[in-house]
C-alpha cells in the first residue's frame, strides 16, 4: 500500500523559505513520477512543480525561479524548497505520486496523495 506524509508546513513572513518533505512507503520516486500540488480556499487544485525519475523537473510559471523541487533516493522521498515567498503562496501543499508520464500538470494523472500541509505566508 502507497502511503504519503507531507510535513514542513507552517507560518511565514513574506520573503521567507519553508522546506516541505513528503516521505513515501511502497513507492519509488526515482522510478516515477513525485508531484506538488496547492489548494487555496475557494479555489481549484493546481500544480506547482513535478519531478520524473528524479531528473527531469517541471514548474508552474507563478513559482518559477523561486521553488526547487528535488527527491533523495536513498531515503525515498520528495521535498519542495520554497524561497521568496509570497502572500498568494498560501495553500495547503500536497504531495502526489503516479505512474504516467505525460500531463503531469493535471491532477487525474497521478494514483497517490498525501494529506497536505499548510503554508500560510503573512505580508
Known amino acids: 500500500q502507497v502511503q504519503l506524509v507531507e510535513s514542513g508546513g507552517g507560518l511565514v513572513q513574506a520573503g521567507g523559505s519553508l522546506r516541505l518533505s513528503c516521505a513515501a512507503s511502497?513507492?519509488?520516486?526515482?522510478?516515477?513520477?513525485m508531484a506538488w500540488f496547492r489548494q487555496a480556499p475557494g479555489k481549484e487544485r493546481e500544480f506547482v512543480a513535478a519531478?520524473?525519475?528524479?531528473?527531469?523537473?517541471y514548474y508552474a510559471d507563478s513559482v518559477e525561479g523561486r521553488f526547487t523541487i528535488s527527491t533523495d533516493n536513498a531515503k525515498n522521498s520528495g521535498f519542495l524548497q520554497m524561497n521568496s515567498l509570497k502572500p498568494e503562496d498560501t495553500a495547503v501543499y500536497y504531495c502526489?505520486?503516479?505512474?504516467?508520464?505525460?500531463?503531469?500538470?493535471?491532477?487525474?494523472?497521478?494514483?497517490?496523495w498525501g494529506q497536505g500541509t499548510q503554508v500560510t505566508v503573512q505580508s
Open positions: 519531478i520524473k525519475r528524479s531528473d527531469t523537473t
Open positions: 511502497g513507492w519509488t520516486f526515482s522510478s516515477y513520477v
Open positions: 502526489a505520486a503516479g505512474a504516467r508520464m505525460f500531463g503531469l500538470r493535471t491532477p487525474n494523472v497521478y494514483n497517490y
